[in-house]
């Protein structure tokens, strides 16, 4: 089992920035690879960006890219998403996630949200 717990989200301007942080508790975060997706109103979950196991790969969306860094530290269970240039469409609830055979069958967090306004 993997408990994770998000933390950071807020209200930001467009163009402002955010930190989003996901403490891991349980059997070894470094086991698994992790994730952040969001949700907005009336759309489906969208995975943001994904992380390997040791960091050393990670995925972004078209539309995140060159605007969000998601990292970890095994070391202290913790994953992070580092959102710059923030748009009114990242508005969502951000999930982090982690899974070793696929996110659907893996733990995930609460959510935390994130506001940002025109």
């Known amino acids: 089992q993997v408990q994770l717990v998000e933390s950071g989200g807020g209200w930001v301007q467009a163009g402002g920035s955010l930190k989003l942080s996901c403490a891991a508790s349980g059997r070894s975060f470094g086991n698994y690879g992790a994730a952040w997706f969001r949700q907005a109103p009336g759309k489906e979950r969208e995975l943001v960006a994904s992380?390997?196991?040791?960091?050393?790969?990670?995925f972004y969306r078209g539309d995140v890219k060159g605007r969000f860094t998601i990292s970890r530290d095994n070391a202290k269970n913790m994953l992070y998403l580092q959102m710059a240039s923030l748009k009114p469409e990242d508005t969502a609830t951000y999930y982090c996630?982690?899974?070793?055979?696929?996110?659907?069958?893996?733990?995930w967090g609460q959510g935390t949200q994130v506001t940002v306004s025109s």
């Open positions: 996630a982690a899974a070793t055979t696929g996110w659907a069958n893996g733990y």
């Open positions: 992380i390997s196991e040791t960091g050393g790969a990670t």
